[in-house]
């Protein structure tokens, strides 16, 4: 039997979950479908569980810097198993609370693998849905690998479930997962190992801060290993041995778990796309200005799935509005990514908004850059943290901020500034002459331009 709603959502993630409740309140019929527990990766296996285990991490090495400062007494350690319980109570309650938010709007939610059958028709537990619409919000899973024993691998949400940290840990890749968790992870006793066959990490941020980072990285213990391609993993009776080939010669790196942080890609596979006439280009929905699919105008997508913007938990819910819009009142609204910022929460953390250096460049618009490691300023000192630092460029003609990158203590706070500075058009002398409350970081903010 087919049931039949306005709209049928599949996900129940942030960009889920935001679409679904706008076209309720709008007196749609709303169903939501989803496999895994109901929340989405970032409330559940992504952003908020790794940031409480950061927070734990921050106190570590805050208290390691301020030794000999102020602070004395034993060495402060990690107790992971207490740590993991109180991310569990953070997580653990997410499921039942969707579930119950959905029922309290008159959401209809269903557990199980969705699977297109129609144009706008969805399988889901032997029952048939069928929508006037169907959002695709099923969030991103990690990348095939493509090597042998790539099965003993686990995934970030596997290592955000650890009850005890191993002693040795090999992460695969260099993006934000892997210098997050390798973090984590050696704040907190690891011996960590990070592989990344390209010949930086972060590729997303500026390279010179990057560069500052990766000498925190070196104080902390962790080994980074540059142009290094895993070809294959091999299961040991006392862990595992990572094989890669560097310079044309193979390496072998021993661990008691490996990490695959090596990129995501929007988890479309299960749904049978062709059954939808949607089409889809190299894993990526194929899909027009207003985030509606290019072949099948009753089906929109947003946050990971459309990897139309960064993947990012604010460009989830910025894409459910604009969805939402379109669907309810006819295709109008485009979504508009300026001014998002990025943040890795490694300690310090680093974080970019706007264009890079060499994006400014490549434009041919003039501006003028002003980049210095600071870790003199009183921000730093303040904490006994050596790493701090940052680069801003402004348009000569216009005064506007083209982009800003930043690297040290509540630089993932300050960016916030910088991105509202780009997109609403603010200008550098609207910030130098704002009257930030001092002394915190934000009031460095007139020194960098």
Known sequence: MTKQYDLVVIGTGTGASSVAARCRAAGWTVAVIDHLPFGGTCALRGCDPKKILVGAIEAIDHVRHMRGHGLAGDEPAIAWGDLMGFKRGFTE????????????SGIDAY????????????????????????????GAVPMRLGIAGEEHVITST????????????????????????????????????????????????DPDLVGWLMQKFQEV?????????????????????????????????????????????????????????????????????????????HVYAVGDAASSGPPLTPVSSHDAKVAAANMLDGNHAK????????????????????????????????FRMKSEKASGWYTARRVAETTYGFKVMVDDAS??????????????????????????????????????????????IGYML
């Open 335 to 366: 979504p508009n990514y300026l001014g998002v910022p990025s943040v890795a929460f490694t300690t310090p953390p680093i974080a970019a908004v706007g264009m890079s250096e060499k994006q400014a460049r490549d434009s041919g618009v003039k």
């Open 158 to 205: 596997e290592f955000l479930e650890l009850d005890r940290l191993p002693k040795r840990i090999v992460l695969l890749g260099g993006g934000f997962i892997a210098a997050e968790f390798a973090n984590i992870a050696a704040q907190a006793g690891a011996q960590v190992t990070v592989l990344e066959q390209m010949d930086r990490m972060l590729g997303p941020f």
């Open 111 to 138: 557990h199980g693998r969705a699977r297109f059958c129609g144009p706008r028709s969805v399988e889901v537990g032997g029952g048939v849905l069928e929508g006037r619409f169907v959002v695709i919000a099923v």
């Open 93 to 104: 309650p997410v499921p039942a609370m969707k579930e119950n938010d959905f029922a309290k």
């Open 221 to 297: 213990g962790i080994e980074v290993r540059l142009q290094t391609r895993v070809t294959a993993i091999e299961k040991r009776n006392d862990g595992f041995s990572v094989i890669a080939s560097s310079n044309g010669k193979d390496e072998r790196f021993e661990a008691d778990i490996v990490v695959h942080a090596a990129g995501r890609v929007p988890d479309l596979e299960p749904l049978d796309l062709p059954a939808a006439g949607v089409k889809s280009e190299k894993g990526r929905l194929a899909l027009n200005e207003f985030l509606q699919s290019v072949s099948n105008p």
């Open 399 to 444: 005064d506007r901020i083209l982009g800003a990158h930043l690297i040290g203590p509540h630089c993932d706070e300050v960016i916030n500034i910088f991105a509202l500075a780009i997109r609403k058009g603010l200008t550098a002398e609207d910030l130098k002459t704002t009257m930030f409350a001092y002394p915190t970081a934000t009031s460095d």
